[in-house]
């Protein structure tokens, strides 16, 4: 019986990976295997909202600040969708803009809603 060339093959231990056989035992080195793609040409991943989510925290801070807290959320669910590898990772500046500019509106929203509260009190007394 002869040994196999050294080179990579399926892992026998981990399926969905490839692992490297270095002519006489299996080495740490492991890869994942490319995943296939649709007969249609379409990538692998779903549609992303990150747009929509930048879109939502910018008209948050254009018109009316509650819809920058709906960018927000959108943008760290496509953070996660990236993270997971749900969406393509070219979409993930978007889904990041969302979220910081979304969070940054809301801040500055908690902050406004505190100070003019707080004032009130004070004008009150």
């Known amino acids: 019986m002869s040994t196999p060339e050294p080179g990579w093959y399926d892992d026998p231990e981990q399926p969905g990976q490839f692992r490297y056989w270095d002519g006489e035992t299996w080495t740490a080195h492991r890869a994942p295997k490319a995943m296939p793609q649709p007969a249609s040409g379409a990538g692998p991943y779903?549609?992303?909202?990150?747009?929509?989510?930048?879109?939502?925290?910018?008209?948050?801070?254009?018109?009316?600040?509650?819809?920058?807290?709906?960018?927000f959320v959108m943008g760290m669910q496509?953070?996660?969708?990236?993270?997971?590898?749900?969406?393509?990772?070219?979409?993930?500046?978007?889904?990041?803009?969302?979220?910081?500019?979304?969070?940054?509106?809301?801040?500055?929203?908690?902050?406004?809603?505190?100070?003019?509260?707080?004032?009130a009190i004070v004008d009150a007394n």
């Not at 779903?46 to 960018?71: D, E, Q, T």
Request: aromatic letters at 6%; glycine letters at 14%.
């Open 46 to 71: 779903r549609k992303s909202n990150a747009g929509w989510a930048l879109g939502w925290s910018v008209g948050g801070a254009v018109c009316c600040g509650l819809l920058s807290i709906v960018g």
């Open 78 to 119: 496509e953070l996660r969708a990236a993270k997971e590898g749900q969406i393509s990772p070219s979409d993930r500046g978007l889904a990041l803009a969302a979220a910081i500019v979304g969070g940054i509106i809301t801040a500055i929203l908690v902050l406004a809603f505190f100070a003019i509260v707080i004032s």
